[in-house]
């Protein structure tokens, strides 16, 4: 049995007299542990496959199942409660609390899962450390780097080993050096801990650390490319011989 299973997943919307359909008919099989990429151009569908695996959002038809349990069966509530437990977002804007520490922004998930503000700060301040901030956990946002933040943001997907660790766009803002670095950071924490990975980009370039690369067009997976295949492409791109 795969970790995610994704059967026939459709997601329509009503858009004045006319039906856009963000999701046509998706189905997809994922492994724990793996990472995946969603690429593909604005309007592929992409970041609604995203939210619909996260339970965001509910579908027109089909379903998302981790393991036996079926998202489309949960209240609102139970979905809410599976995320807190299981999920982490890495955003592209970040979405830091302008007023609360690296370390208070960290611990923060920790809250909903009631852990206890001693046990929080101390596993916000060892993930903290592992990404490179541990003379920047009492500074706010606004006194760190782009790249610091995103590290913060990270830490904060990260925080207490959730299983599944969905990012959209997270290396959108920063440049290449800082993008390649932070990709590196996911790569290893994820690696470390078996996580499951789900990121959407628009950089073909950021999909070289993950095992699929799922490529996206009007609602459908139009094809998939495996590790080795990533390899090779991302390769003949870099010495001109594929556009």
């Known amino acids: 049995m795969s970790y995610i299973e994704v059967k026939n997943l ?5 858009i004045g007299g006319s039906i856009i359909k ?32 996260a339970g965001l959002e509910r579908p027109t038809s089909g379903y998302v199942k981790y393991k036996n349990i079926n998202l489309n069966s949960l209240k609102e509530e139970e979905i809410t409660k599976f995320r807190n437990l299981n999920i982490g977002f890495v955003f592209q804007q970040y979405n830091l ?6 370390i208070e922004n960290v611990s923060l998930p920790l809250v909903f899962k009631g852990v206890k503000k001693s046990e929080r700060f101390k596993q916000a301040k060892e993930i903290l450390e592992k990404v490179g901030l541990k003379d ?26 959730p299983s599944i660790i969905f990012a959209d766009e ?15 950071l996911i790569k290893e924490i994820i ?6 990975m789900i990121m959407v980009t628009h950089d073909e370039e950021m999909t070289e650390f993950s095992d699929r690369v799922l490529f996206m067009r009007d609602g459908n997976i139009e094809k998939i490319h495996e590790k080795l295949k990533i390899e090779q492409v991302l390769k003949e791109k870099k010495d001109g011989i594929v556009e």
Request: proline share 3%; hydrophobic share 30%; aromatic share 6%.
């Open 22 to 53: 963000a999701l046509d008919g998706i189905n997809l099989e994922i492994e724990k542990g793996e990472f995946i990429s969603l690429l593909g151009t604005s309007g592929s569908g992409k970041s609604t496959l995203l939210n619909q695996l």
């Open 136 to 161: 920047r956990m009492n500074n706010r946002p606004n006194e760190l780097s782009g790249g610091q933040q995103q590290r913060v943001s990270i830490a904060r997907a990260f925080v207490g080993k």
């Open 191 to 196: 690696t470390e801990n078996n996580q499951t």
């Open 97 to 102: 609390l302008p007023n609360f520490t690296a």
């Open 10 to 14: 459709k997601k329509y919307y009503k």
């Open 170 to 184: 997270p290396t959108g803002n920063l440049d290449t050096k800082t993008s390649f670095e932070v990709m590196e």
